[in-house]
């Protein structure tokens, strides 16, 4: 891998990490969504693959976040919220797997995990 592969693999785990914190700190999310797509074009393909991928999470746990708070008021809001929590966690998760391996994203176009 050349330096700038490794700059950029490092990039991709960082922004993994911004979006894990953004479950409890919400401006990391941002932070990490601006950063993939300044990225996700100068990188080898294996790589772009992380982007989207992080760039789809952040996204649709947008959605997610957004049913869950106006779900609130009829108590299954909880559950949506929760379910975005755990959900924001193991697909990051199961990305920095991926991305430890060098490999591109697996199901790049899945809505779950």
């Known amino acids: 891998m050349n330096p700038a592969q490794k700059n950029t693999a490092s990039t991709a785990k960082l922004i993994y990490i911004l979006l894990i914190v953004s479950t409890i700190v919400g401006i990391t999310g941002i932070i990490g969504l601006i950063m993939a797509y300044v990225f996700k074009d ?6 772009q693959t992380h982007y989207r ?3 789809r999470t952040y996204w649709i ?3 997610y976040l957004a049913i869950g708070l106006i779900t609130l008021g009829i108590n299954i809001g ?3 919220l929760m379910f975005t929590f755990v959900w924001m966690i193991i697909r990051c998760s199961k990305g920095l797997k991926q991305l430890q391996s060098e490999q591109p ?3 790049l176009e899945s809505w779950f995990f």
Do not use: K
């Open 42 to 47: 100068e990188s080898a393909d294996w790589l």
């Open 53 to 55: 991928f992080q760039i």
């Open 61 to 63: 746990g947008l959605l």
């Open 78 to 80: 909880v559950f949506i």
């Open 105 to 107: 994203v697996a199901n």
